[in-house]
Nanobody, 115 residues
Framework: QVQLVESGGALVQRGGSLRLSCTGS????????MSWHRQAPGKERESIAA????????GYADSVKGRFTISRDNGKNTVYLQMNDLRPEDTGVYYC????????WGRGTQVTVSS
């Protein structure tokens, strides 16, 4: 059974930091393109960061570039999202996605940034 479980969401103040984690099971994690997405209230889900199988390449949405860093540890089947200098507009539910033939999503973790 495939599972992706996100954790690390919280309520933080503007300018604060959080590190999200997403642990996968039931599929070949090391072969998966992993990515983070978020959905703000009343908005569509958007892609914000992605990382290749061997961490050789990463990509970011302009809205988070320079503030967020995606990384992965294939030995732990985990992908991370380090988020610094958080802003109220970063508020939303954060999801991880695994693309390895099929596509799998986690259930999300809530991040709320207060002003």
């Amino acid at each position: 059974q495939v599972q992706l479980v996100e954790s690390g969401g919280a309520l933080v103040q503007r300018g604060g930091s959080l590190r999200l984690s997403c642990t996968g099971s039931g599929f070949d994690f090391s072969a998966a393109l992993m990515s983070w997405h978020r959905q703000a209230p009343g908005k569509e889900r958007e892609s914000i960061a992605a990382i290749t199988r061997t961490s050789g390449g990463t990509g970011y949405a302009d809205s988070v570039k320079g503030r967020f860093t995606i990384s992965r540890d294939n030995g732990k089947n985990t992908v991370y999202l380090q988020m610094n200098d958080l802003r109220p507009e970063d508020t939303g539910v954060y999801y991880c996605k695994a693309a390895v033939g099929d596509t799998y999503w986690g259930r999300g973790t809530q991040v709320t940034v207060s002003s």
